[in-house]
């Protein structure tokens, strides 16, 4: 494959420095395509790929656009660009995709960006890089690159950080088109059963060692934080059949969804399981901690009558109470009881993270208890299996009697 980048930017504003950043991919050896997104007005510098080209073959041109509201026109140009360069990859002519942009062209450009395949380079320069970057990102592995000054002329910053993410580009597409053939033949190789794995600081010991009793029995295990985006890119690995069976071990990425934390994988969580029917063991593990921003900025409904650990300077960590535990195992129940394939929940009744034991912190039995009960009557006459262990999620042998569990249902699968 050629290292061809696809150069996605707003030429009404950002000609000249996406001009610019061509010619410096080019003279790092990659061949660069412009294509302008951009809905304000006429460019600034010729792409080779206009907006009006991206427009061909569809009800929208460019005076159309240039005459919506700019939220309407920014996501018409996003979904003409995404569909232009979905074709240009599935052709072969696409080892990169890199943009440049503020808030608009950022939207536009990731959107493109997280339609594509893990492994195809992903860079965004973005001036929001150094903010909350989720709606962004999302699962992807879409590569945030601070702009530092706005993309705005030609300057001493603008001109070495310009040349940088030019470099990184061409040398992206070129690993891409001499290397990501191998990485793909391997992702695509089923001889070795993948497990995928969920963890949290507060779950390691006992997902570790679950994993390495798995590693000894042959599987390859991808580990994913349960951050929101991890257990979202777990499930899109699933689906596209790269992981063969899940050890859910760390579900606080529910709590999150259903309470308003951090780590937020929305509604879809437990999906992926459900439909292709994988072998699926869940572990409460985590299903104690809600994730929040630091003490200083909590919002002021989880302030009072909480109870809060500092995680670390830029966390905080709140106790889930009877009622939140209620709804966790009815959105588990609900999921679940409609999986195709076997599923198994494996309670640990001696505590759900590192922090919840008797004289610890989230140490709140009732909380726990309103959870168990609530799977145990959920799943009460289904094809689902509940068992119930007395041990600790860190206790020795409960993770690794977990990794037995879902070894047992791979075998049974095959």
């Known amino acids: 494959m050629e290292p061809i980048v696809v150069f996605v930017a707003t030429y009404d504003t950002k000609g000249v420095e996406s001009d610019y950043i061509k010619k410096r991919v080019e003279a790092y050896g990659a061949s660069c395509l412009t294509i302008d997104v951009g809905v304000g007005g006429k460019p600034t510098a ?46 072969g002519r696409c080892a990169a995709v890199i943009g440049i942009g503020g808030a608009g062209g950022t939207q536009i450009c990731t959107q493109t960006m997280r339609s594509l395949p893990i492994g195809l ?24 690159f601070p702009s530092i000054t706005d993309v705005a002329g030609i300057n001493c910053i603008t001109q070495m950080v310009f040349d940088r993410f030019a470099a990184e580009a061409a ?15 391997r992702m695509a190789d089923t001889s070795v059963p993948r497990i995928g794995q969920t963890m949290y600081g507060t779950t390691t010991k006992g997902v570790t ?26 499930e899109s690995l699933v689906r596209r059949g790269v992981i063969h069976g899940v050890l859910d071990m760390t579900i606080a990425e529910i709590g999150a969804h259903l309470v308003g934390g951090l780590h937020d994988a929305g509604p879809g969580r437990l999906d992926a399981m459900v439909e292709t029917g994988v072998p699926y063991v869940l572990v409460p593990g985590a299903a104690d901690t809600i994730v929040l921003p630091p003490l200083n900025d909590l919002p002021d409904k989880f302030r009072h009558g909480r109870v809060l650990n ?12 009877v009622e939140e535990n209620l709804q966790i195992g009815e959105f588990i129940v609900r999921k679940l009881k409609n999986a195709k ?23 709140m039995p009732e909380a726990n208890e309103a959870l168990f009960e609530t799977l145990k009557a959920g799943f009460k006459g289904t094809r689902v299996e509940v068992i119930e262990d007395g041990r600790h999620l860190y206790d020795p042998g409960f993770g690794e009697d977990a990794a037995a569990l879902i070894d047992s249902m791979m075998k049974a699968a095959r």
Request: net charge positive.
């Open 341 to 363: 394939g076997p599923v198994k929940v494996f309670i640990p009744r001696g505590g759900l993270s590192s922090i919840d034991k008797p004289g610890d912190v989230f140490y």
């Open 46 to 91: 010729v792409p080779d790929v206009s907006l009006a080209d991206l427009c061909l073959g569809t009800q929208y041109d460019v005076d159309k656009i240039h005459a919506m509201p700019r939220g309407d026109a920014v996501a018409v140009s996003s979904d003409l660009v995404q569909k232009y360069v979905k074709k240009l990859f599935e052709a």
């Open 121 to 144: 380079p992903k860079l965004m320069m973005s001036t929001l890089a150094a903010g909350n970057m989720r709606w962004y990102v999302e699962d992807s592995d879409i590569s945030m």
């Open 310 to 321: 500092k995680h670390n300077p830029t966390m905080t960590t709140m106790r889930t109470n």
């Open 209 to 234: 060692r679950a994993r390495e009793e798995l590693e000894r029995r042959g599987y390859e295990t991808l580990v994913f934080h349960a951050s929101g985006a991890g257990g979202r890119a777990m």
């Open 171 to 185: 040398k992206a597409a070129q690993w891409y088109a001499e290397r990501y053939a191998l990485h793909a033949q």
